[in-house]
């Protein structure tokens, strides 16, 4: 799936619908930017996500950090409903890539909340259930995590993982 950042090519998530689309999100993600120079988002979101690829191929996680914060901050100063939702995706698979994960877990519930009818809220909280269960080893958080999303969105792409991994945890 490509999700857009922006209305023009500028900014592009790319995450794949199969079965191992959590993992691909929690990697961190490859995006795509234009050179395309209408700009429908403040010129500072592109170069704030160059920032973190940057941070990120060189290893560098509090660069990384530094660079998510200002994005979270960006996007506090100019929301979007158009492409807020594909960045805070891309700010949390970032944090938690840095191994940040209290800051992943905030940034993706930030989605779910803000943002529940949005096709990618399921996949949020599938990263939360997944950092639960794989990186806090929270089993019961994690099985709760995985529960609500069953109840909230049960004909997602990712109550199919749900059901698969609450069934292998039993």
Known sequence: ELYQLTPEPKIILLIGTGSDRIEELL????????GVERVAAPKDIPYRVSVMIDAIKGGDYKATAKAAK???TLLKEYPNPKYNVEILMF???HYHHIKDYDNAMRIFSKVINEYPDSSLASLAKCAIATIYL???????????????LLEVYPDSVDAIRAKETLSSLR
């Open 27 to 34: 990697g961190p993600r490859p995006v795509y930017i234009s």
């Open 70 to 72: 200002e994005l979270e």
């Open 91 to 93: 700010i949390a698979s």
């Open 134 to 148: 794989k990186d806090l080893k929270d089993m019961d958080k994690a099985k709760a995590a995985y529960m609500q």
